[in-house]
C-alpha cells in the first residue's frame, strides 16, 4: 500500500522548523525546485491495495537525494544525520520528534521499485535542466570509470567446476554420479580455506556475496572488484544526460551503440539534435564509427593503440584492386576472411615474385610471401583518424577531457558514488542514477537565478558607480 504522508498542517511544529531555515539555504532551493509528485502514480503498480502504509516514495526519494549531496553511502548514517538537521527535517516534510523512516525500510523500498522508476525521476529533473536553458543536446561527452562494488576479494572464489569447464569444452572430465553434488551454485572445491592467489578471473571465479562484481587488473588501478559505470555529459552546462552500470570485465566501445541510441530518443523528446560524440580510445571500434556515419552523427574518438594510415613501400591501384610493392610486384586481393572475430581484408602476393626479390629480407622476412591485411572498416578508421588529428579535433579533445572528466570525479569523490552500498548490477544502477540525480540538481540551483539574489544587483552597481566616480576624479588632472 502506497504510503502517501500527511503533511504537517500550519499549526504543526513545522513551522517553526520554517523560520529557522535560512532562506538561501541549499534544501529550501532545492525544495522550491523539485516536483515529485508523479512518482504516486508511478509507484502504485508495485504496491498492494492493502496492508499497513510503506514509506512515501517522495521522502524515500528525498532521503536518496541527501544521501548523495551529503556524501553518505550508510543508510544508518543517513537517518541518524537526518534526524539532527533542521533544514534535512524541512526539506523531508517533517516536523520535530516525527521518527523518520528505519533504514532497513530504505533497502527494501530500493529492492521493490525496478530501475524504471529511478530513470523516471532522473529525467524529471533532466526536463527542468532543459527547460532552463542548460542543454543544448549538440555535443555530448562520454566516458566510463570503475565503481568499487561491494564485495571482497576474500569471496572471489572459483565458480562450481561444471560451470566453468562446460565454457572450456572439459565438460567430458565430469564424472556424472557428481552431478547431484553440483546442484548448488558453488561445489566443495569453494569450501578449501586455502584461497586461490593464482589465476583468478572472471571466468572461472566469483563473488559470494555479489555474483554481478567483476574484478579487474586495470593498470594504475588496485586489484579488486568493481562495476563499470558510463555516462555521458552535455558540454554546454555540464549537465547527465545519461548514465548506466555494467559489468566491470567488459570494454568501453560495447556500451556506445545501445547509449547513443538511449541519448537520441532523450534529446528528440525536448527536439534537441545530437550532432556530437566526444570518447576517448577506449570507445573506438569500426562497428562504433560506422554506426555514428550511419546516423549521421559526428564522432570524434580517437583510434585505440597505434594505427598506420599509409603502409610505407606500398602503394594501391585501384583498377586492379591491389597493392604494388617496392619491387613493382603485385599484392592481388584475397577477399574477406574472419580472424579472432573480425573481418579483414586480405591481400597475398604470389609465392615466386617474393623468393627472387631482392627487398624480401627487409619486406616480410622468413616468411614465404608478403601479406597485408586491412580491416573491413578501414574507410571509417582513416576518417576518425583525420578527423581527430585536426585543429577542431584537438580542440574538442580538450573540451571533453575539461567536461566528463570533473564530473566524474565530484560523483567518485563528493556525491556518493565511490563505493556501491548495494548488491548487484541493477542496484548499483539505481545508485549510480540517484547520484546523477543529486549532481544535475546541484547545477540547476547555481544556474537558476534565486530572488534573493537579485538585491544585490543595486548595491553592486552603487559601489561601482561610486569607486568609478573616485577614480575618475583622482585622475583629473590638478591645477598648479
Not at 12 to 36: A, M
Not at 132 to 142: E, I, L, N, R
Not at 336 to 364: E, Q, S, T, W
Request: charged share 20%.
Amino acid at each position: 500500500m502506497v504510503g502517501k504522508r500527511t503533511y504537517p498542517s500550519k499549526t504543526c511544529p513545522s513551522v517553526v522548523i520554517e523560520t529557522y531555515v535560512p532562506k538561501n539555504n541549499f534544501y529550501r532551493q532545492i525544495k522550491q525546485l523539485l516536483k515529485l509528485d508523479f512518482l504516486y502514480q508511478a509507484v502504485a503498480p508495485y504496491y498492494g491495495k492493502c496492508g499497513q502504509k510503506s514509506v512515501d516514495p517522495v521522502v524515500f526519494f528525498k532521503l536518496q537525494l541527501v544521501a548523495h549531496f551529503e556524501n553518505i553511502c550508510s543508510e544508518r548514517a543517513l537517518i541518524k544525520k537526518s534526524q539532527l538537521r533542521l533544514d534535512i527535517l524541512y526539506f523531508l516534510d517533517y516536523h520535530l520528534g516525527e521518527p523518520l523512516p528505519c533504514h532497513s525500510t530504505l533497502s527494501r523500498t530500493r529492492k521493490r521499485l525496478p530501475a524504471a522508476v529511478f530513470n523516471a525521476c532522473f529525467q524529471a529533473i533532466l526536463a527542468q535542466c532543459v527547460e532552463a536553458g542548460m542543454v543544448s543536446g549538440h555535443t555530448q561527452a562520454v566516458d566510463a570509470a570503475f565503481v568499487e562494488a561491494n564485495a571482497s576479494l576474500d569471496t572471489f572464489k572459483r565458480k562450481a567446476i561444471l560451470t566453468w569447464q562446460l565454457l572450456k569444452g572439459e565438460s567430458k572430465q565430469i564424472d556424472p554420479a557428481n552431478l547431484s553434488e553440483l546442484k548448488s551454485p558453488f561445489t566443495a572445491l569453494e569450501k578449501i580455506d586455502k584461497p586461490i592467489k593464482k589465476g583468478r578471473n572472471n571466468t572461472t571465479h566469483q563473488s559470494l556475496t555479489d555474483a554481478d562484481a567483476r574484478i579487474n587488473h586495470k593498470p594504475g588501478k588496485p586489484c579488486r572488484l568493481y562495476y563499470l559505470s558510463t555516462i555521458a555529459v552535455d558540454t554546454y552546462c555540464h549537465v547527465i544526460t545519461h548514465i548506466q552500470a555494467d559489468y566491470a570485465d567488459e570494454r568501453d566501445s560495447k556500451h556506445l551503440l545501445p547509449i547513443v541510441d538511449k541519448l537520441s530518443s532523450k534529446l528528440g523528446q525536448y527536439s534537441l539534435p545530437l550532432q556530437y560524440i566526444l570518447a576517448d580510445g577506449g570507445f573506438s571500434s569500426g562497428e562504433n564509427y560506422a554506426f555514428l556515419e550511419a546516423r549521421k552523427i559526428k564522432g570524434f574518438i580517437p583510434l585505440h593503440g597505434s594505427y598506420h594510415p599509409v603502409r610505407e613501400g606500398f602503394t594501391y591501384d585501384p583498377t586492379q584492386n591491389a597493392y604494388a610493392c617496392r619491387n613493382e610486384k603485385l599484392l592481388y586481393y584475397h577477399g574477406i576472411k574472419m580472424d579472432k572475430g573480425f573481418a579483414n581484408h586480405y591481400y597475398h602476393a604470389r609465392v615466386k615474385d617474393c623468393g627472387l626479390c631482392p627487398f624480401k629480407k627487409d619486406c616480410c622476412g622468413n616468411k614465404r610471401r608478403q601479406s597485408l591485411i586491412f580491416s573491413v572498416y578501414r574507410r571509417y578508421h582513416q576518417l576518425m583518424h583525420e578527423r581527430v588529428e585536426s585543429n577542431e579535433g584537438k580542440s574538442l579533445k580538450r573540451r571533453r577531457m575539461a567536461t566528463v572528466e570533473p564530473v566524474f570525479g565530484s560523483l567518485l569523490n563528493y556525491y556518493g558514488m565511490k563505493r556501491a552500498n548495494t548488491k548487484g548490477k541493477q542496484a548499483a544502477h539505481k545508485m549510480m542514477i540517484m547520484a546523477a540525480c543529486a549532481y544535475n540538481l546541484q547545477k540547476l540551483v547555481s544556474y537558476i537565478p534565486h530572488p534573493n539574489n537579485k538585491a544585490l544587483v543595486l548595491p553592486l552597481q552603487q559601489v561601482l558607480v561610486f569607486y568609478f566616480t573616485i577614480l575618475c576624479v583622482v585622475q583629473q588632472p590638478r591645477p598648479f
